[in-house]
T-cell receptor
Framework: GDSVTQTEGQVTVSESKSLIINCTYS????????LFWYVRYPGEGLQLLLK?????QKGSSRGFEATYNKEATSFHLQKASVQESDSAVYYC????????????FGEGTKLTVSS | SVLLYQKPNRDICQSGTSLKIQCVAD?????MFWYQQFQEQSLMLMAT?????????ESGFTKDKFPISRPNLTFSTLTVNNARPGDSSIYFC???????????FGPGTRLTVL
């Protein structure tokens, strides 16, 4: 079936250091999935961080970026220099471009940025 | 984008009781979705609700246990029947913005069943 894998449940990074959160997907029943990163800050709801719907393209928002790599079936989230305010839980997700818009989520990666 | 509101923010109930979670959108939306999230796990789609038709449930979720109403294009209600401690989780509603692929989420309702 279709799935999203985030290998790190928790990540701790020092402020101003670089970050990468890994995301790989399997889309056996979906030809060309849409890919998303959502973020949940402490005490807040789930927010869309960025999306990419075309393979090979990069999405970016708030200093974060992710590239849709169809060959590697990956959509890793990166940031060059994290801030304490980036501490949150990040979820990678995919949906079917032509279908029901059902979102399939990874298990989330909790990022803690230490000062 | 779409703004979604949920009520209540949290609830504590006894086993065997039923409770309702409401979701209101600030604009008309075709489809509303309900997700369940257990602690430290991913969000799982429970069902899709379109106005005027029966909700479509994902595997593992049933109409008898989680009836969903969608009386108009801005409102939906999820009911948890015969609540059990295993139903303790966060419930989110979401909808898709017009013309976009992304979904927007409500703040969630944290349910604890004793």
């Amino acid at each position: 079936g279709d799935s999203v894998t985030q290998t790190e449940g928790q990540v701790t990074v020092s402020e101003s250091k670089s970050l990468i959160i890994n995301c790989t997907y399997s889309a056996t029943s979906i030809g060309y999935p849409n890919l998303f990163w959502y973020v949940r800050y402490p005490g807040e709801g789930l927010q869309l961080l960025l999306k990419v719907i075309t393979a090979g393209q990069k999405g970016s928002s708030r200093g974060f970026e992710a590239t849709y790599n169809k060959e590697a079936t990956s959509f890793h989230l990166q940031k060059a220099s994290v801030q304490e305010s980036d501490s949150a839980v990040y979820y990678c997700a995919l949906s079917d471009q032509g279908g029901s818009a059902k979102l399939i989520f990874g298990e989330g990666t909790k990022l803690t940025v230490s000062s | 984008s779409v703004l979604l509101y949920q009520k209540p923010n949290r609830d504590i109930c006894q086993s065997g009781t039923s409770l309702k979670i409401q979701c209101v959108a600030d604009s008309q939306v075709v489809s509303m979705f309900w997700y369940q999230q257990f602690q430290e796990q991913s969000l799982m789609l429970m069902a899709t609700a379109n106005e005027g038709s029966e909700a479509t449930y994902e595997s593992g979720f049933t109409k008898d246990k989680f009836p969903i109403s969608r009386p108009n294009l801005t409102f939906s209600t999820l009911t948890v029947n015969n609540a059990r401690p295993g139903d303790s989780s966060i419930y989110f509603c979401s909808s898709r913005g017009t013309g976009g692929y992304e979904q927007y989420f409500g703040p969630g309702t944290r349910l604890t069943v004793l």
